[in-house]
Structure formats: structure tokens, C-alpha cells
């Protein structure tokens, strides 16, 4: 018997905690204002992307989340249908978290994060996932007038302090298919980057990136080296690339001399003013 009423507290709490998150559920569920909710969304995500957002329509997603169904930007619909978990635990070790999944006409990409609340001194931590993420959407994502075409999947991984550049630290690994890279600046024949396939992984330490493996196949294949200076906005990053690219025979021979084996070339400047330099042959 006293066993049983020692066991009684514990019950007790758990049925007053289950009926707290089905009031809860079901709050969101009716009583939640999505309208005042949607301007607020609008006016976060238009003054992180530096252009103008509208949102579709918003409804609860089970268990405890929102989906909006359909994001314009500029007047051109980017996402289906935009989806946000709250992470309810997060609380309790003092941070708070969200998880956000983006479907979009092409690919998909999530983003999961958990940042510290108030004055609490704990590393904040973010991963990033695309699946076939359309690489077109990376100048109006990141305020950048570079607009790459093909698709990416991979993942990015962020910790550090606080969520400024500069205190962010980790890796990226990314495969990118049917790719093409606009050159503003370019001693080639052709106004940018083509390949079939770029493998990247790289290092992430106080917002410089730095390459241990790129290598592109294709058209133009070959292997790249170096850094990006990460910057706010994404367009002022600076390039300090160098690597060998190889050409097949129907661009070699575009070429007003063409070129024995691989050439070297640089890639300086800025995302949206890369400056590309022919360095010669080895």
C-alpha cells in the first residue's frame, strides 16, 4: 500500500503534464492567431533576404507546429509549403529551438537549430540539409545577384556562441549535379563554371570556409584549393580560390590558343564579382 501511494505523485504529475500539452495542441489548433502571426513572419524573413515576402495561407501542423502553404518572394512563388516545429524540450536546458523544412518546386531544405535564451553562456548549434536543393534560389535566399544553376545535397553544420559569422564554427559536405557557376570576369570563352558533378567538403571557423576537397567532373573537370571569407551580405564574401581545370576537346579548341593538359587559374573578388585568371599550364 505504500508503495502504491508513493507511486501516486508521479501519476499524478504525468496526467496534469499530458492534459497541459493537449490544451496546448489544442489551442494552437483553434485559438492560435495566425493572421497576427503571418505579418510578423513576412516582416522577419523579407528583412533577413532583403526582399519583399508574402505568405500564404497558415494552418497548425500536428502535433505542435505551422505550415504555410505557399511563399512568394518578389511575386514569384519560391516555396509549396514551409513547415515549423517548435522544439518543445528545448526550454528546459535553457535554449530555444525550432526545426524548419522548406518543400520546394525542386529539392527540399531543412534547417534545425537550438540557441541559447537570456544570458546563458551555452554554444548554439544549427544544421542545415538540402535534398536536390535548387542552386537558383541561392541569390534570393542570401541576398547575392550570383545565380548558379543545378541541384545540391548535402549538409552544413554550425556551432558556436552566438549566430553571428564570425563565432560560428564546422563543416560542410555537399554533392552538386548539373552545375554551372557565373564568372563575371573571365579570360575563358564562356561566361562560367559547367559540370556535371562538384564534390565539396570543407572546414567552417569563425566565417572562413576553407576547402579540403573540391573537385568538379564534367565538361570542366578538375580540382580547386583555398578559402571564402564569409560576409553580411552573402554578395560581399570574398574568393581566395586557385586550381587546375581541364576542358574537354570542345571547349579546348574554342579557345584562341588552345591549352596542353590542365590549366592553372585563380578566383578572386567577391560571390557576386568573381574575377577568374588564367595563371598558364603546367
Known amino acids: ?6 507511486g501516486t505523485p508521479f501519476l499524478e504529475k504525468a496526467a496534469v503534464a499530458a492534459f497541459g500539452i493537449v490544451c496546448l495542441v489544442v489551442f494552437i489548433c483553434i485559438r492560435f492567431p495566425y493572421g497576427n502571426f503571418r505579418g510578423y513572419l513576412e516582416q522577419a524573413i523579407g528583412e533577413k533576404i532583403g526582399r519583399p515576402v508574402v505568405l500564404g495561407p497558415i494552418h497548425p501542423h ?3 507546429g505551422i505550415r504555410v502553404s505557399g511563399v512568394s518572394v518578389e511575386g514569384t512563388e519560391r516555396v509549396k509549403d514551409l513547415i515549423l ?4 524540450l528545448s526550454p528546459l536546458t535553457g535554449k530555444v529551438g525550432m526545426d524548419v523544412k522548406a518543400l520546394l518546386p525542386a529539392g527540399s531544405l ?6 541559447p535564451m537570456g544570458s546563458l ?4 548549434k544549427a544544421r542545415v540539409q538540402m535534398e536536390n536543393f535548387d542552386s537558383s534560389l541561392i541569390h534570393v535566399l542570401f541576398s547575392t545577384k550570383m545565380e548558379p544553376r543545378g ?17 560560428l564554427g564546422g563543416s560542410a559536405s555537399i554533392v552538386w549535379k548539373d552545375g554551372f557557376i557565373p564568372l563575371s570576369e573571365s579570360q575563358l570563352p564562356f561566361d562560367g563554371l559547367t559540370f556535371a558533378t562538384m564534390v565539396m567538403d570543407s572546414r567552417i571557423e569563425r566565417g ?25 551580405p552573402a554578395g560581399r564574401s ?35 564579382r568573381p574575377r577568374f585568371r588564367i595563371l598558364g599550364s603546367p
Open 208 to 232: 572562413m570556409v576553407t576547402l579540403d576537397k573540391m573537385e568538379l567532373k564534367g565538361d570542366m573537370s578538375g580540382v580547386v584549393r583555398g578559402s571564402v571569407w564569409m560576409m553580411d
Open 110 to 115: 531543412t534547417c534545425s537549430f537550438d540557441k
Open 121 to 124: 553562456r551555452t554554444s548554439m
Open 85 to 88: 516545429r517548435p522544439h518543445v
Open 238 to 272: 570574398r574568393l581566395n580560390l586557385t586550381g587546375e581545370l581541364t576542358l574537354a576537346q570542345a571547349l579546348s579548341s574554342a579557345m584562341a590558343a588552345a591549352p596542353r593538359g590542365a590549366l592553372k587559374f585563380s578566383l578572386r573578388g567577391t560571390l557576386d
Open 151 to 167: 541541384a545540391i545535397t548535402g549538409s552544413i553544420d554550425l556551432a558556436g556562441p552566438s549566430p553571428s559569422l564570425e563565432a
Open 1 to 6: 500500500m505504500a508503495e502504491a501511494k508513493r
Open 62 to 64: 500536428f502535433p505542435l
